[in-house]
């Protein structure tokens, strides 16, 4: 097992969204999002899992600096399970959610597999028309950006970036520059395009690159319990500050205490730490169960429906990790120089 937190973190991060999403479903505000300047516990967590992808992701690249190989395990990593989750929630919770009675007539095979190609959220005939996002998986917005700064960590590694530490930090400043003000924070906002690129690209690049010179920088940044306790107040009062200091402060000090936390070694932590990793098949499984629950159980309060989705989606995600992205990371594990640790 490895002796670190970001499972634990993954996993908290995740069982966020699906905290933002009891209330959002349902027509209520998230209650972080009414008091802070517009950060809901969801957009937290997804903050949070790209931050770790890029710190993540550049140890493995650091490890094994191939393309290929580094690609070949980001697939086994997103793929796999998100091909399951795209099928059951077009052919099991579309039906359900559907608001006409020609649902597969109206349905595109051609759409359905170009959408998995690109990772991003199935199109499905009408579904949940009542419900404020009438999506079948509104949480799969966020992973085909993640398979872009995937991509784009493979272009940085190929031009040789990524053995020029200070250069990746230029990178990562003129990004994070860019998305204070150009990107949006919610799937309904609209960002300023730059140079062609997206607002939502930038911010998740941004976030991306900040998780990458964290790990490209951690001989020169001391992770110091005083430090992450400063970082992680001064990250919270930023929570209520204009938008430009909330996102400065989401990578700087917000990531400071993050991987302070993710890396922290303590024996109450040891406890916590788990061998398996249910982050993706709760981020997965939490929209579609959601959509259905604030279906049937119009009247439930989001509380009791955060509480019910996250013992549904518990199982499901044990299911997938166990059933789907374990055995596929064994894939990729498989022809791992000995005596490195995996980066996953």
């Known amino acids: 097992m490895h002796r670190n937190n970001f499972n634990l973190l ?63 395990k980001r697939a086994l990593r997103l793929y796999p399970a998100f091909i399951v989750a795209s099928a059951l929630s077009v052919f099991v919770v579309g039906p359900l959610g559907a608001s006409t009675a020609h649902y597969f007539s109206d349905w595109s095979a051609h759409k359905f597999f170009a959408d998995l190609g690109g990772l991003r959220q199935p199109r499905t005939p009408d579904v949940f028309v009542n ?80 998780g990458v010179c964290f790990y490209l920088f951690r001989e020169r940044l001391p992770l110091r319990g005083r430090y992450a306790a400063i970082a992680l107040v001064g990250f919270g009062a930023a929570l209520f500050a204009p938008t430009a200091v909330m996102r400065a402060a989401t ?16 024996p109450w932590l040891a406890k916590l730490r788990m061998r398996d990793d249910l982050s993706y098949g709760l981020y997965l ?12 159980l119009p009247a439930i309060a989001p509380l009791a429906l955060f509480a019910s989705v996250t013992a549904i989606c518990a199982p499901l995600a044990f299911v997938s990790w166990r059933g789907i992205e374990s055995p596929a990371l064994r894939l990729k594990r498989a022809r791992q120089p000995q005596g490195r640790p995996v980066a996953t």
């Open 131 to 210: 419900s404020p996002v009438p999506s079948v998986n509104g949480s799969m917005w966020t992973i085909t950006f993640e398979l872009r700064c995937y991509l784009l960590m493979t272009v940085l590694g190929l031009c040789g970036a990524m053995k020029r530490r200070w250069a990746i930090l230029v990178l990562a400043l003129a990004v994070n520059g860019a998305a204070l003000y150009g990107a949006p924070l919610q799937a309904g906002e609209q960002g300023d395009a730059l140079f062609g690129v997206s607002g939502f690209m930038l911010w998740f690049a941004s976030l991306y690159l900040a």
């Open 10 to 72: 993954r996993l908290l991060f995740a069982v966020g969204v699906i905290f933002s999403h009891s209330f959002e479903l349902l027509r209520h505000l998230d209650p972080l999002e009414g008091l802070s300047a517009g950060m809901s516990v969801g957009t937290l967590g997804v903050c949070g899992f790209f931050l770790l992808s890029g710190y993540l992701t550049a140890q493995s690249w650091t490890h094994e600096p191939r393309a290929l190989a580094f690609l070949k």
């Open 285 to 296: 499984y939490g929209w579609p169960v959601t959509q259905l629950l604030a279906l049937w």
């Open 251 to 266: 990578v700087t000090l917000g990531a400071y205490g993050l991987f302070y936390v993710g890396q922290r070694q303590s």
